[in-house]
């Protein structure tokens, strides 16, 4: 239990983070820098007791990659997704009376972006985290964070920049997000992580 209950209060404050630092009145600006750090530490903080994953996609990257036990990957999805839930429906009552503008993507742009950035992330997370010559550093995390950092930076504005589907489904609860378009999130992000998986197992073969 302790394994998702990890797993748990990373996703959680990652999707508040996400919330009050893209709603609260000026945040808007350094939205990708909190973003990343959020993660960097909760990776820092967690990454020893459930691998830090705090997004599905990187659980089924991790899987893939033979890191994780195929009897964890639905209890993660569900402490993740449950989370994001939570997280997303606190900041609402944090930002009550705020004006939330939902965001209306050009579909393959989004879908693409969500790939790209989502395939990073989860291809830096297998190389720094279950590659034995990478072994012991002490660089994990932030490689982590700041990949989540450049990827809310320059894809934001296309997609969201969630590269999480329980980002998404937070996003998508506080109106950042439509409804209609949580199934490009959910799609981009796991095909963003298998192919992550794919890539990383053919360079890096054991």
């Known amino acids: 239990m302790k394994n998702y209950l990890m797993e748990f209060i990373g996703t959680f404050f990652l999707v508040m983070v996400v919330g009050m630092s893209v709603i609260g009145p000026g945040g808007a600006m350094l939205a990708p820098i909190a973003i990343g750090s959020v993660l960097m530490v909760m990776v820092y903080a967690g990454g020893h007791i459930s691998g830090g994953h ?8 991790v899987w893939m990659r033979g890191k994780c036990p195929t009897k964890d990957i639905v ?4 402490a993740q997704m449950v989370a994001g839930i939570i997280a997303a429906l606190l900041v609402n009552r944090y930002e009550s009376g705020m004006v939330v503008s939902t965001m209306e993507p050009h579909m393959l742009r989004a879908l693409l972006n969500e ?14 985290v279950t590659n034995p010559k990478t072994a012991g550093n002490s660089y994990f995390g932030l490689a982590i964070g700041f990949t989540l950092a450049v ?3 320059a894809g934001g504005h296309i997609s969201g920049g969630a590269y999480n589907p329980a980002v998404a489904l937070g996003i998508t609860i506080m109106g950042l997000s439509s409804p209609a378009w949580i199934w490009i999130f959910i799609v981009g992000n796991l095909l963003g992580g298998a192919a992550a998986a794919i890539v990383y197992k053919f360079l890096n073969p054991e």
């Open 151 to 153: 990827g809310v930076a």
């Open 54 to 61: 705090y997004n599905p996609a990187v659980t089924l990257a």
């Open 115 to 128: 790939f790209l950035f989502t395939f990073a992330l989860c291809f830096v997370v297998l190389s720094v």
């Open 75 to 78: 209890p993660y999805w569900v």
